[in-house]
Structure formats: C-alpha cells, structure tokens
C-alpha cells in the first residue's frame, strides 16, 4: 500500500466492520456485486441446472421424468446417426476452420507488418468483413455460393480451360461443408488485428540480432517471429477452437444442416431438438458433451501451452 | 535513390556494387509482391460487400445475369422502397436498435463498475473472483441455453426484448459480458493510481472517484467496450430466435432470415434475391457508419485484450 493514502486508510479503520471486513473491503465487494448475482443467475444456476435436466425427460409441458443417464448412453452408444453426424461435421469444420484462420490472419498480418504506405487503409478493409458478421453476411454468401453465384465466377475463370465448372457448392453433400469453411476465412479480421498488435511488440533489435547470425528471411521468421507470437497464437487457438465447436447461424440460414445433414452442426441439431421438438432433457445432454469435448480441447491446449508458448520475461 | 545510398553503406566490404543492385532488386521485387498480395486481399475482403450492393440495385431477374454485371442497368432504387413497404423493416429496424442500445448502455455502465472494483479495490477472494469471471469467457454459452430458456419462460419473459437486455446490466453476468469487464479493467490498470490516492486523501469516496475521475478517463475502453456490444446485439441472432417467436419484437436478423424462405422472399428457388440484399444493406449500414466514425477505438479495443490476453 502507498504512502499516500495512509490517513485514509487509518479513517477506514476507525469505521465499523461488516462481517469483519474493512469498510473499503466491502466497498470492493459491493462493487462487484452486479456481476456476482449475473453470474449466480445467468451462468452458474443455468450451468448446474442444465446438468440435472439432462438426466430427465422434460417437454417443458407436464413432468420431469428422472432418467439418470440414459440420455448420454443413448448419445455415446451411437444410438442416435444424427448426434454422431454432428460430431464429424463439427470436428470437420474445426479442424479447418482453425488453423485456416490462424495461418491466413498471420500472414495478412505480416503483410501489413512491413513499412507499407497506407496501413490504415487496408487494415480497415481486412477488418470490414468481421463487423458484418450474422445474418446478414450468412445471406450475403448462401447468394455468393450458388451454383452461378460470385464464387463460381471466380473460379470458372480458372477452370474453363479445363472444361469444368465450379461446383453446386451448398446442394452437394461433399462441397457444402468446404463451401461454409471458404465462408468462414472472410472474417479473419479480428484475429489479424491481435496478431498485427503482436508483431508491433517485436523488439526490433531481434531481427538484427538473427541478421547478424545469417538468417534469411524465412529464418527471422522461423526463429524470431513465430516463437514471440505464440502467446497470440495460443489465445486465438484456444478462443478460435471453442467458438468454432459452437457454429450455428450460417448453417441456420445457408443450409438448414442439409444437404443430407452434411452441414448439421451440434449447436444446430441442439436447437432442433430442444427448441423445436422441446424435448429438453435430451438437447441440454447434447449441450453437456458438446461442452466435454470442447473442456477437453481446452485443457489439451492449456496442457500442450507448457511446451510450445513462449513468455518472454517468463522463461529464459 | 536515397534507398539504394544506404543500403551500399550496410553492405560495406567486397563487391559493393554487386551486392547493392542484388538486394536492391530484391528489395523492389519484395515490394511489388507484398502490394500485389495485400491489395487481392482487399479486394478479395470488399468484393463480397460491393457484389451485396450492386445487386440490391439490380431489376428484379436481373441478378445472375453472366458475366456478372458489377454496374446494375437499370439501377433500381425503388428496391430499398419495395423492400421497406413490402413489410414492416422500419419496425424491425427500431426493434433492434433500441434492444441493442438499451444492452450496450447496460453493459458500459455495469462493467466498468465491476472493473473498477478488482482493477482498484482490495477485498477478500478478489483473485479468486477475477479468475471465475475470465473463466466464463471460456465456458461454452450452449450449455446454458436451456435452463436460461426455462428461467425466462418462468418470468413470462418470452416474446419480450428482455432477456436480450436484463443480462447486460449485471456487469459482465451476462454470457459473454465478462470480456467487457477484462477489456475495461486492463484499461484501469494503465492509470495512474495517484490520482485516486489523492482524491482518497481528499475525502472522495470510492464511488465518486469512480464516477469523477476513472470513469472520464476510460473514455476509450468504454468507447471500444460500447462499439463491440452494440455491434454484438446488432448482429446477434441466436438469443432473438430462441427468445423472440413473435413478429411484433422481430429483429432484423430474424426478419432476414424469414424473408429468404417466406414473404417477399418467394419461397425456395424463386427468392428476391435483390429485395434480400437491399434488406441487407439496411441491416449493414449502422454498422458500417458506427466502425468508421469510430474505427481507432475498435482496433485499439482488440489489440488491449489480445496482447492483455499473454
């Protein structure tokens, strides 16, 4: 404690205590207050109610039938196709999903981490796309991704030599899950924007270093840039990984989950069933392994964080 | 040439020339391919946003004509009229801005309170605390949308904007509100604590220090923390469907969505795709006007929490 508040600090003790705290004590309790009972309410009772439904059968209409847990048997017995289809697709989506982002936002970012004229200017229009995000650019591209939509455009300029076509991208089974993928690198901005204000944090005198050692230009960034922006990389990873898992709205509005459920996600089969069929017991049973699988992801990431991330000041 | 002059000073020793020319070459070969390559992701960026635009001004059939038709011809601005006649868009339009308004004001003003009080205050379990509040950012919502379902159908809640708007005034107690409490404390942190210590030996007590003189000189955070929830609320679409069933609270990004398989919308196959669009552009444009009247905000609002994040 400074110097400086130590009158204030012996005013406060003159004061009564509440459940023997200081009163400044329970000033900062109080002000934390607000978000204690959000978190009571809105999270943590949801949180442990959602698991004693999922041992139930509840329609939300009439009575909670206790089930103990046979609705996760019924999931992980592969009883139910759909839930498992769910699961590869998610885990499709994911597997590219993030380590496409985080490739693409590293390089743009390094782009723009050169001396390059007009930075602002193009920062903004790589973060564009990521404020439209939603509805309206999940419509945006059911429109680009038809069969003579933007995209195919695009890549007939490419094929027609060869005599092919792009492909009906969100009515065929095999093309509608890359179709959301290609979908989803758009809106890399707010990932490019962290990894951009990493690269900034790079001390200069690094670079020189690993030139005076002989590096060229893929050694500086083999050995000085990748190994500083692991922090970055670790927090996007682990933000990007549990999100993903959590893909719902573009698949709502493209695809509904089809063609042939090849686009039906988790999330979106959750809502289905416990918003659509109502049957609640069973969809927060999905949300709660759902919620395992992404725990585990987590703590793999955590874990495996020990090895890879670099803390500078942290390590020597 | 004031380039090439330092760089045949860097490479002193051996065959000057030589080397300069080679690594000017390279240098200049370097550039062009750096500009070529951020200038096809920008346009690779735009062009989805500009081919959303041109088509909302096309005539009705008009939209898959090949070779793509970037210029519309006719331009048909009558499609932004049809679309706001043919329902009730400017309806949804105050729906949503005054959900998101109204859960933006909540979200700045309880945040930063709790911000302040573990960026600035001491009191037992604030470590702990801290450290379940960072954990609820990692903590999947879909675990908690049933029982929150429940629990608002409980308050008769359902088919009114409040659960959009309640869990926002609970300082970070909302799912996701968290991030606005990390994003405004790191904020604090880089304050000089003088300033309160003195105001404290002055007699000022905690909630006027926080309301006189924290609050005025976190303009930024909040300003960043007030662009990032408006736009969320702007765009949110999963807690209106769940929430929202009825067409008088409809938001836009529900009414987009109806429209591509009902209304206007003509069913599968025969979707208006140029009434969509313009009804797109509408949802877009406060969204637009708000990131660039307020762009530094948002970039240093990312940056904050993305190095904060090591």
Not at chain 1, 117 to 138: D, E, K, N, Q
Not at chain 1, 195 to 224: M, S
Not at chain 1, 237 to 262: C, H, K, N, R, Y
Not at chain 2, 185 to 202: H, I, T
């Amino acid at each position: 404690m400074a110097e400086a508040d130590q009158p204030a600090v012996q005013r406060h003790r003159r004061r009564a205590r509440i459940f023997g705290w200081t009163w400044r004590e329970t000033q900062g309790f109080l002000f934390v207050l607000p978000w204690l009972f959000g978190f009571a309410i809105f999270i943590a009772g949801p949180f442990f109610f959602s698991f004693f439904v999922s041992l139930t059968q509840w329609r939300f209409i009439g009575d909670l039938k206790w089930l103990g847990l046979e609705n996760y048997v019924r999931l992980l017995s592969a009883d139910d196709q759909r839930f498992v289809q769910a699961v590869y697709n998610t885990t499709y989506y994911v597997v590219f999903h993030v380590p496409g982002v985080l490739i693409i936002s590293f390089i743009i970012a390094g782009l723009l981490n050169r001396k390059v004229r007009g930075i602002a200017i193009y920062r903004t229009c790589f973060y564009l796309p990521s404020i439209t995000t939603g509805v309206a650019t999940a419509v945006l591209w059911y429109w680009v991704l038809q069969p003579n939509g933007l995209l195919n455009n695009f890549i007939n300029i490419f094929l027609a030599p060869f005599g092919a076509r792009g492909p009906n991208w969100l009515g065929s089974t095999t093309w509608a899950m890359p179709g959301l993928i290609i979908m989803s690198f758009w809106t890399v901005g707010t990932t490019m924007i962290i990894f951009l204000a990493g690269f900034q944090g790079i001390p200069q005198h690094l670079y020189e270093a690993a030139e005076i050692d002989g590096a060229g230009w893929w050694g500086k960034v083999r050995n000085v840039t990748i190994p500083l922006m692991t922090p970055q990389i670790f927090l996007t990873s682990v933000i990007g990984v549990i999100g993903s898992f959590q893909v719902f709205t573009a698949a709502l509005i493209i695809t509904e989950g089809g063609p042939a459920d090849a686009t039906l996600f988790v999330l979106l089969h959750l809502y289905q069933i416990g918003f659509t069929a109502f049957n609640m017991g069973y969809a927060s049973a999905i949300a709660w392994v759902l919620f395992l699988i992404i725990l585990f992801f987590t703590i793999v990431q955590f874990i495996s964080a020990k090895r890879w991330v670099y803390y500078e000041g942290v390590r020597a | 040439m004031q380039r090439l002059a330092r760089i045949s000073f860097q490479t002193s020793g051996g065959s000057t020339t030589q080397r300069t020319l080679f690594a000017y070459v390279r240098m200049a070969l370097g550039q062009t391919f750096g500009y070529s390559a951020l200038l096809l992701v920008a346009v690779i960026s735009l062009l989805p946003l500009a081919w959303m635009i041109s088509t909302s001004l096309k005539a009705f059939g008009r939209e898959f004509l090949f070779p793509p038709q970037w210029i519309p011809n006719p331009v048909v601005f009558g499609n932004y009229i049809t679309a706001f006649e043919t329902s009730n868009l400017a309806r949804y339009f105050g729906n949503t801005l005054m959900i998101a308004v109204l859960a933006t004001l909540g979200t700045v003003l309880s945040s930063s309170l709790v911000a302040f009080g573990f960026a600035r205050l001491e009191f037992f379990g604030k470590r702990v605390l801290f450290v379940i509040l960072l954990s609820t950012l990692m903590l999947p919502g879909i675990v908690t949308l049933v029982p929150t379902f429940v629990l608002f159908k409980t308050l008769g809640w359902i088919d009114t904007p409040l659960p959009l708007i309640v869990p926002w005034w609970f300082g970070g107690g909302a799912f996701g509100g968290a991030f606005f409490v990390f994003l405004i404390r790191q904020f604090m942190l880089q304050l000089p604590r003088e300033l309160d210590e003195a105001a404290l030996v002055d007699g000022a007590s905690y909630f006027r220090i926080y309301w006189r003189i924290m609050l005025p000189l976190s303009k930024p955070a909040l300003a960043a923390s007030a662009i990032f929830s408006f736009i969320h609320h702007w765009n949110d679409f999963l807690n209106p469907l769940i929430f929202l069933n009825s067409e008088e609270w409809r938001t836009l990004a529900l009414y987009l969505r109806f429209f591509l398989y009902t209304e206007a919308g003509g069913g599968a196959g025969l979707t208006r795709w140029n009434l969509m669009m313009a009804a797109s552009v509408v949802m877009l444009l406060p969204v637009l006007v708000i990131f660039f009247s307020a762009q530094r905000y948002f970039i240093r609002g990312v940056a904050l929490t993305g190095i904060a994040g090591r």
